[in-house]
């Protein structure tokens, strides 16, 4: 049989296996990786040893990943179109904290020194 005598065929999706647009582990990837760049701006900038909650290190590092914890859980119980508005806002968030961290890495923000 040579090569030219077979029809070419395409694997579809089974009914057990969606698209990889229609999956959660690519945005639950991503909101890991981003948790994990944003831990590290503030283990690089924050103050470990404040007795403030609100100014310590571990404050703001247990926050991120109970917020990463909390959106992976959450997207996982709802579902559908609600868990991908709610792992679109928390992607759009950790950015947004993350450029904050950038933007205001020197300077005093509210009552928090985050320059040491």
């Known amino acids: 049989m040579s090569t030219t005598d077979r029809t070419p065929t395409t694997r579809r999706p089974t009914a057990e296996r969606l698209p990889i647009d229609e999956q959660f582990w690519p945005v639950n990837l991503l909101l890991l990786v981003l948790g994990a760049v944003v831990s590290g701006a503030i283990a690089v900038r924050a103050d470990f040893f404040t ?48 450029f904050l961290l950038t933007y205001f890495g020197d300077r005093e923000v509210l009552w928090l020194d985050l320059a040491q």
Not at 55 to 84: E, F, H, N, Q, Y
């Open 51 to 98: 007795p403030r909650l609100l100014g310590s290190g571990w404050t703001w590092l247990a926050t991120v990943w109970l917020i990463v914890g909390l959106v992976t859980l959450g997207a996982w119980r709802l579902g559908d179109r609600a868990a991908r508005r709610l792992q679109l806002s928390a992607v759009l968030a950790i950015l947004l904290i993350l």
